[in-house]
């Protein structure tokens, strides 16, 4: 008999712990009702069961109320998704902190949020969708099917406003599945509003080679506005877009041979990331070969050994890369000399030795520009 008590004692234990826990929150709800927003933090270690209470808050609180409990939602993350439709209903509030709390608390909940911000995309004013744009861009690319919504969104927003930025940053952040958003991508661009154009540019990078249909505005920038902030993100856009980028070789061989003095890394980098140098580039690698900066030297070499692959100052650079300090540079020089293969003997000399280098990478790397020349 005694054992059955034991028993039943037990099972009256975790009820009861429940019930404490029911009365905590609601505890705690009272408090954050009654302006103590240290409260909000700490239902937020109620995890789930917070929820109900603070989404009550949400829809009934004052602004400081809200606020709080929107913040608090957002903390607990995806275990708050039954929140997300008054989330986004709070997008629309009228104080800018409660929607700005919810907008960030939305990305946070994650791909549970989708629906209610593909709706608050489709319905809302402009305000609505450049937070609703905002949460879709911290779920990043699990947000593919906002896609069309956002879309219909930036057609919809005004020039040079922030929420045109927000909607262009959230194709960007949902990367190569946001393809089918290129052409709007494009049909955004300003006159001369560098923010924007930037914003576009970056967005374009991200979505990467399946943005190539936006490379002779990517080229048309480089040509018409010159060396500046917005010619190092359209470099950084080309590389990622990679190979299908040549058609802007103009753009960037034009900022190779107006290069003050030694051509610029990035630029090179660039040019040699999409293969697209012709002989017109040939002075400026010639600097190149010759500047102080080692990285400029191989990507120069890189680049001038593919249209003359024995030409014996490109040899004599990698050559002699092979043995910088820098392990950076030793592996960077592996490469090109594998896909350029020089016929000169002393090039097998050298990667030969390379192979005992003291650094993982540069091994592989010179393993890998070997192999080449077997082929």
């Not at 609601?26 to 209470?53: E, F, I, M, W, Y």
């Not at 400081?64 to 929140?83: Q, T, V, W």
Request: proline share 6%; with cysteine.
């Amino acid at each position: 008999m005694r054992y059955c008590w034991v028993l039943v004692g037990l099972s009256m234990a975790i009820p009861m712990a429940d019930i404490r826990g029911q009365d905590t929150v609601q505890n705690l709800v009272a408090s954050l009702r009654s302006g103590d927003g240290k409260a909000a933090l700490a239902l937020v270690k109620h995890g789930a069961a917070a929820v109900p209470g603070l989404l009550q808050v949400l829809e009934e609180g004052n602004s400081f109320e809200r606020g709080h409990a929107a913040r608090a939602l957002g903390r607990i993350g995806a275990k708050a998704g039954p929140a997300a439709a008054g989330l986004c209903k709070a997008l629309a509030n009228e104080d800018p902190v409660v929607a700005a709390e919810a907008s960030l608390a939305l990305g946070k909940i994650g791909t549970a949020a989708l629906p209610g911000l593909i709706s608050a995309l489709q319905e809302g004013n402009d305000k609505v969708h450049g937070l609703a744009a905002a949460a879709v861009a911290a779920i990043g690319p699990p947000a593919k099917n906002a896609v069309p919504a956002l879309r219909a969104a930036l057609a919809q927003s005004k020039e040079n406003s922030i929420e045109r930025l927000r909607i262009i940053e959230a194709l960007g952040r949902i990367g190569p599945a946001a393809q089918s958003a290129v052409p709007a991508l494009l049909e955004a661009r300003s006159k001369g509003n560098e923010p924007n154009d930037i914003a576009l540019v970056v967005a374009l990078g991200r979505i990467g080679p399946a943005a190539k249909n936006a490379v002779p505005w990517l080229n048309e920038l480089l040509l018409n506005r010159g060396a500046g902030p917005l010619s190092l993100h359209v470099l950084e856009a080309l590389n990622q877009i990679g190979p299908s980028a040549q058609a802007a070789g103009p753009g960037i061989l034009a900022l190779l041979k107006n290069s003050a003095a030694s051509p610029n890394v990035f630029v090179l980098e660039t040019l040699a990331r999409i293969g697209a140098a012709d002989k017109e580039a040939i002075p400026a690698l010639n600097e190149g070969l010759r500047a102080k900066d080692p990285l400029v030297r191989v990507y120069s070499a890189a680049i001038f050994g593919k249209m003359q692959p024995n030409n014996l100052a490109v040899v004599s650079v990698l050559i002699e890369s092979l043995k910088d300090k820098n392990p950076q540079v030793r592996r960077l020089t592996a490469e090109p000399l594998g896909n350029i293969r020089p016929s000169d003997e002393a090039v097998i000399e050298a990667l030969n030795a390379a192979r005992g280098d003291a650094v993982a990478g540069v091994r592989q790397a010179v393993s890998a520009a070997l192999a080449k020349f077997k082929k």
